[in-house]
């Protein structure tokens, strides 16, 4: 009996430890006082082992949602944690800590969509100054251009893009998804037209006119990053995507492109998580 119960107790045991040992999604929040002291929500993918190993230290990817999404789409539309187990799984992807913020929503007249700096929605400087540190100091992650990486998707694509710009000495790779990455100025912006203050932000930011007047010091930083272009063949942005990558190209970029059967939808972006993992993972140092 005192065998039989031992047994029991082991088999338990482990069971809890395997439990314990489970990849987790952690909904965390920060409060902005650069956004006007707004509690901005994030999502957390905490791989396994993270809690079991208390002093390993882990690479970091951004993964940016795209227009009128919030932090919870690359969870619960994209599926990006099983996808990231799978992958992380069978040494495909390195073990890694995925963060997801929040810059926008669906109702666009009342909430603010945008990764870059607009009039009354400074997100840029909220990412910079407050965001990734705090991120990176709680969750034991990043900490250096060779343990850090940027992707997204859509208006995320264009945003991933805009923030290895803005900052190639903060991230090792970069991968871009249905990237919007051109857009024309709108005329008689008004104030409150939160929609037209995010295309004049995406015009502003043009990666393309942003490479044709960079100079070679400028390029050479550029060219320090891995890049990767993902677009489906039947995107409304794929014309600007594959201008990207040939400009990227002609340059002389550490650059891939890949294009697959689809369009601009969650089907795709769920099957590009699992090129996009296993591509920053081999640019993490």
């Known amino acids: 009996m005192r065998k039989n119960m031992q047994k029991l107790c082991c088999m338990i045991a482990l069971l809890m430890l395997a439990a314990s040992a489970k990849a987790a999604i952690v909904r965390d929040s920060i409060q902005s006082q650069v956004l006007g002291g707004v509690c901005r929500y994030y999502m957390v993918y905490l791989p396994a082992g993270y809690q079991q190993d208390a002093q390993r230290h882990y690479p970091v990817l951004y993964l940016l949602h795209g227009f ?49 700096n607009m009039p009354g929605w400074p997100y840029e400087n909220h990412f910079y100054q407050e965001l990734l540190p705090a991120v990176e100091k709680k969750y034991r992650c990043g900490g250096s251009r ?16 805009g923030y290895a710009f803005g900052h190639p000495d903060m991230f090792a790779a970069c991968y871009a998804m249905s990237a919007w990455l051109m857009a024309e100025t ?10 037209a203050l995010v295309t004049a932000a995406v015009a502003e930011h043009n990666p393309l006119a942003k490479v044709d007047k960079a100079d070679e010091a400028e390029l050479n930083k550029l060219r320090s990053l891995a890049w990767f272009f993902d677009c489906g063949d039947d995107d ?22 890949r294009v697959r059967d689809g369009g601009h939808n ?20």
């Open 68 to 116: 009128t999404d919030d932090e919870r789409a690359w969870v619960d539309k994209g599926q990006m944690d099983r996808v990231a187990d799978e992958l992380m799984a069978t040494g495909e992807a390195k073990q890694m800590i995925v963060v997801m913020p929040c810059a926008g929503g669906p109702d666009t007249k009342n909430v603010w969509n945008g990764y870059f």
């Open 186 to 195: 709108p005329k008689d912006i008004k104030p409150v037209d939160k929609v």
């Open 146 to 161: 060779e343990q850090r990486a940027v992707a997204g998707l859509s208006m995320g694509g264009g945003g991933s893009v």
């Open 266 to 285: 969650w089907e795709y972006w769920h099957n590009a998580l699992r090129l996009c993992l296993p591509f920053v993972s081999r640019n993490f140092k």
């Open 236 to 257: 409304f942005l794929f014309d600007q995507n594959i201008e990207m990558y040939k400009k990227l190209r002609q340059k002389h970029f550490n650059a891939q492109l």
